[in-house]
């Protein structure tokens, strides 16, 4: 079946404008994460949805970040006002029930913010 | 504070030959270890999961050790091929909690 898929691939924006990322998890799938991944580094946890509800939103940087899933199924990543720190690839994964089952991770979204 | 470090930072290999990587960890309490492999431009791709009481766990060419005492796994690959490049990942889970992720060994098979 279809993996956990994202758009847009690639993002470029300018500073101070608003993007949203999509991601489509697994179908079947109830639980969905959100990463962020710079560089060099490894995936920095965001958000953690159960269903329609965000059961673990510590990871957001602040609150120019806000994510939603409101069917229990796609979920969209916004960022209001980006600033160049921004820039990093947003990785989704989707995992079949709780927390501790081996995550799928999608391609991700390449933001650039210039 | 979790965390999770992992060595070396990058390695080149010949075709063929066996590579081991090293994850250090400090998580607590811990539940499980995952080594994941991320192909560049992708997402990262489980290669295997183990909990406190399973010392090690293969998935084809790749086998990974844990030692929970001195919290200790190692990812250790055999035969190498130009296809095993990509960065691995290590990453814990703390009981239920989020997971903490390595920053990644880039390794590259050069034939």
């Known amino acids: 079946g279809a993996g956990v898929s994202q758009t847009p691939s690639n993002k470029v924006t300018e500073k101070g404008k608003y993007v949203e990322l999509r991601c489509d998890p697994i179908?079947?799938?109830?639980?969905l994460y959100w990463y962020r991944q710079s560089l060099g580094q490894g995936p920095e946890f965001l958000i953690y949805f159960q269903g329609t509800g965000a059961a673990d939103d510590s990871g957001l940087p602040n609150d120019r970040f806000f994510a939603v899933r409101p069917e229990g199924s796609v979920s969209t990543l916004k960022i209001q006002r980006t600033e160049r720190g921004d820039s990093a690839v947003y990785l989704c994964?989707?995992?079949?029930?709780?927390?501790?089952?081996?995550?799928?991770f999608g391609p991700g979204t390449r933001l650039t913010v210039l | 504070k979790n965390q999770v470090e992992q060595s070396p930072q990058s390695l080149i290999i010949l075709e063929g030959k066996n590579c081991t990587l090293q994850c250090n960890y400090t998580v607590s309490p811990f539940s499980n270890l995952r080594w994941y492999k991320q192909d560049t431009g992708r997402g990262p791709v489980s290669l295997t999961i183990m909990t406190f009481s399973e010392n090690t766990k293969s998935n084809g060419r790749y086998t990974a050790t844990l030692d929970a005492d001195t919290k200790q796994s190692s990812l250790h690959i055999t035969a190498s091929q130009l296809s095993d490049s990509a960065s691995y990942i290590c990453v814990v889970s703390a009981n239920g909690n989020k997971l903490v992720f390595g920053a990644g060994t880039i390794l590259r098979v050069k034939s």
């Open positions: 994964a989707s995992s079949p029930g709780p927390r501790t089952d081996t995550q799928y």
């Open positions: 179908s079947g799938h109830t639980a």
